[in-house]
């Protein structure tokens, strides 16, 4: 079992420029999640989503969008980037299995736009 | 809107001692759960300890414990004969139980440095 694994694990951008952030999970977890780690913060929730074809707004999602076309798969995308938005992103994912409450995140990416 | 308080940035103690994280949040729920988790410098965020908020008894995780204080809203995370692997940041953590997403709302996390 990979777990959740994310991709890229590095990029650096130029303001403006365009990107997207692949999450995959190997557990059939029906709920996915984006977050941002900035220094100094604790992670933020960007963007989720409760199910394949569905997604909402988490705590920070201006700058964002996001799909869920596979169940297994979360993308998170920036159309035209900003300095701001250099940080680590998270992706995790958890069940609506009763009793089990835990979150399984991935190993990050660090994101620096320039 | 909940809201999760670290109020110790950095934290360091020797090898083998007892140290305490602090961890307060603000929450008009009743039903949620906490949590406490460890990210070392490879970045993986790893759960170390979780606790409902309906259960009376703290819980314990091997050197782990917590002190719960639902009144006070209060989580503190006990690490007992600290280990030199237990350096890291650790992040407390809210979720309110809910039948939909469950979100997380993290503390601005405390640098634990355990030295030889």
């Known amino acids: 079992n990979a777990g959740v694994t994310q991709t890229p694990k590095f990029r650096v951008l130029k303001t403006g420029q365009s990107m997207t952030l692949l999450c995959a999970q190997d557990?059939?977890?029906?709920?996915m999640y984006w977050y941002r780690q900035d220094p100094g913060m604790g992670l933020r929730l960007i963007h989720y989503?409760?199910?394949?074809?569905?997604?909402a707004k988490g705590e920070v999602p201006d700058g964002y969008n996001v799909s869920r076309l596979k169940k297994q798969n979360f993308l998170l995308g920036l159309e035209s980037a900003a300095p701001s938005q250099t940080s680590v992103y998270f992706c995790a994912s958890s069940t609506r299995l009763a009793g089990v409450y835990e979150q399984y995140f991935g190993p990050g990416t660090r994101l620096t736009v320039t | 809107a909940q809201t999760v308080t670290q109020s110790q940035p950095e934290m360091s103690v020797q090898e083998a001692e007892t140290v305490t994280l602090s961890c307060t949040y603000d929450t008009s729920e009743n039903n949620y759960y906490l949590f406490w988790y460890k990210q070392p410098p490879s970045r993986q965020m790893i759960l170390v300890i979780r606790?409902?908020?309906?259960?009376?008894q703290n819980a314990t995780e091997n050197r782990f414990s917590v002190n719960f204080q639902k009144a006070a809203k209060s989580f503190s995370l006990k690490i007992s004969d600290s280990q030199l692997g237990d350096t890291a940041m650790y992040f407390c953590?809210?979720?309110?139980?809910?039948?939909?997403?469950?979100?997380?709302?993290f503390g601005q996390g405390t640098r634990l440095t355990i030295n030889p």
């Open positions: 557990m059939n977890h029906e709920y």
């Open positions: 953590a809210f979720m309110k139980k809910t039948g939909g997403a469950q979100k997380l709302v």
């Open positions: 606790q409902e908020a309906y259960k009376q």
């Open positions: 989503s409760v199910g394949e074809g569905t997604t």
